[in-house]
């Protein structure tokens, strides 16, 4: 994974139904660009802040930033394509479930439109 640092992700549960997910997001790390195929997620922010960059998925046109704190909950469709990282001074930790278990599709830096 080319990310600024890597992040460490944990599948701490999976079924044919649900995939749920730890992620440790060190300072200054990210995401590729990336899909959730045709799953639905619901990621849990437990500790330090995170950003999101969303964009569309035909038009990879940018669409809005987030930024998400410890207790914050926030939802990804099929529809969107987007990049999550630490925006934080700290280390961070998300929770993530996806519905059906997930089957992502990365995407280069260059295919999105800012």
Do not use: C
């Not at 410890?70 to 969107?80: C, L, N």
């Amino acid at each position: 994974m080319k990310n600024a640092l890597s992040y460490q992700r944990e599948v701490i549960y999976k079924d044919k139904r649900v995939e749920r997910v730890l992620i440790t997001w060190p300072v200054g790390s990210k995401s590729l660009p990336h899909d959730h195929g045709k799953s639905r997620g619901r990621i849990r922010v437990i500790y330090g802040e995170v950003y999101e960059n969303v964009f569309d998925k035909k038009t990879k046109k940018f669409l809005w930033q987030t930024f998400n704190i410890a207790g914050s909950f926030f939802e990804e469709t099929p529809e969107i394509i987007h990049v999550m990282g630490n925006a934080g001074p700290h280390e961070a930790k998300t929770e993530h479930e996806y519905r059906p278990p997930l089957k992502m599709r990365n995407y280069s830096e260059k295919e999105l439109q800012y």
